[in-house]
């Protein structure tokens, strides 16, 4: 079978998309799952947040893009939890030169094709825009994964991000799927962040995805050590959230 490819995107930054995709990651190579997790994020927070500092590479997945290097090449294998496809810096210069290429959106799918045989989910950190690495994250994906803060000014990107989709679905990708929204960095005390969530759900007829993730400070303190709430906190609410989400999931 082939692996299920899940693109966590969301143009707003701050929403919890890097700690999305590598906390899900593990939680899902936890329950024996092959997970291999993309950094199509110059920022390169998702390489840097799992203990891999990205100045110390020679190649990442801006040279498997652009570059004709193989993606097998750039793997970082882990021997515990998943594998990575590494971001560096020189990923904010690859927007302008996929331009030129034929077929631009298409680019990371195509890049994928050689190593999803060896895994059963591929997690695609899109960056915090709607650009080209975006559309190519959800020109690879089988499914959409949208992490939304629950506050009122959180949300308004989200119809444009749907429009994105709906593009991607009608140009290259039409069996893209939205698995929905996940409200993180919630404060379920207050009756604003649950009123944000209902409006969500009706406005943009989305499935919310639960459990909602609780707001942390037990999220920021682990990538400072390369790691995940996971191993860091493992029986705090917010691994026990990304837990379920991954046994949901599944």
């Known amino acids: 079978m082939p692996p299920r490819t899940l693109a966590v995107a969301n143009q707003k930054g701050g929403v919890a998309k890097t700690t999305t995709v590598a906390t899900l990651g593990a939680a899902l190579s ?27 590479l020679d190649k990442s997945i801006h040279h498997v893009l652009l570059g004709g290097v193989q993606a097998r090449d750039v793997l970082i294998e882990f021997d515990e939890g998943p594998d990575l496809l590494p971001a560096t810096i020189e990923l904010a210069t690859a927007e302008v030169q996929l331009a030129r290429e034929t077929g631009p959106e298409q680019v990371l799918r195509t890049a994928l094709r050689s190593v999803r045989p060896a895994y059963d989910w591929i997690i695609v950190d899109c960056p915090p825009t709607l650009g080209l690495l975006t559309v190519n994250g959800l020109s690879a994906a089988t499914d959409v994964l949208i992490p939304l803060q629950c506050e009122t000014l959180a949300h308004r990107g989200v119809g444009q991000l749907l429009d994105t989709v709906h593009d991607v679905q009608h140009l290259t990708n039409p069996t893209l799927r939205v698995l929905g929204v996940l409200p993180t960095l919630y404060d379920g005390r207050t009756t604003h962040a649950r009123a944000v969530l209902e409006t969500i759900a009706e406005a943009y007829s989305l499935d919310v995805l639960a459990p909602a993730i609780p707001k942390s400070i037990r999220f920021a303190e682990a990538p400072a050590v390369g790691e995940t709430i996971l191993t860091t906190a493992p029986t705090s609410p917010g691994a026990k959230a990304y837990r379920t989400l991954a046994t949901t999931l599944l």
């Open 30 to 56: 936890e329950l024996g799952q092959r997970v291999l997790l993309v950094d199509l994020d110059p920022q390169a927070c998702l390489t840097f947040s799992i203990g891999i500092d990205p100045e110390d």
